[in-house]
């Protein structure tokens, strides 16, 4: 059973730059795609970013590009999201996600193809 554990969140200044981890256990993660999504009170969970596992790709919602960098440690397990310049409407709780075997797009950046899901972690940016 596949295991996602997060950390790394919690109140920061606009243009602060915090990392979140996301752990992954369970098993090997060869042909998975991991993603970040996001959601704000009141509204619908959001696509953030996405990585390939075996190919590095990657895949970001535009209103972070440039600012969020998505990464993985094969090794570790383990895959992150470095986020720069942070905006207040960058508030909401960031959940990592994974898929086995995806390739669409559109697949990539719908949370319901999502099969497995971590904990979520609160992200507060002040002005």
């Known amino acids: 059973q596949v295991q996602l554990v997060e950390s790394g969140g919690g109140s920061a200044q606009a243009g602060g730059s915090p990392r979140l981890s996301c752990a992954a256990s369970g098993r090997t993660f060869s042909k998975f795609t991991m993603g970040w999504f996001r959601q704000a009170p009141g509204k619908e969970r959001e696509f953030v970013a996405a990585i390939r596992w075996d190919s590095g790709n990657t895949y970001y919602e535009d209103s972070v590009k440039g600012r969020f960098t998505i990464s993985r440690d094969g090794p570790q397990n383990t895959f992150y999201l470095q986020m720069n310049s942070l905006k207040p409407e960058d508030t909401a709780v960031y959940y990592c996600?994974?898929?086995?075997?995806?390739?669409?797009?559109?697949?990539?950046?719908?949370?319901?193809?999502?099969?497995?899901w971590g904990q979520g972690t609160q992200v507060t940016v002040s002005s």
């Open positions: 996600a994974a898929v086995f075997d995806i390739d669409t797009l559109y697949q990539t950046t719908n949370w319901y193809e999502y099969d497995y």
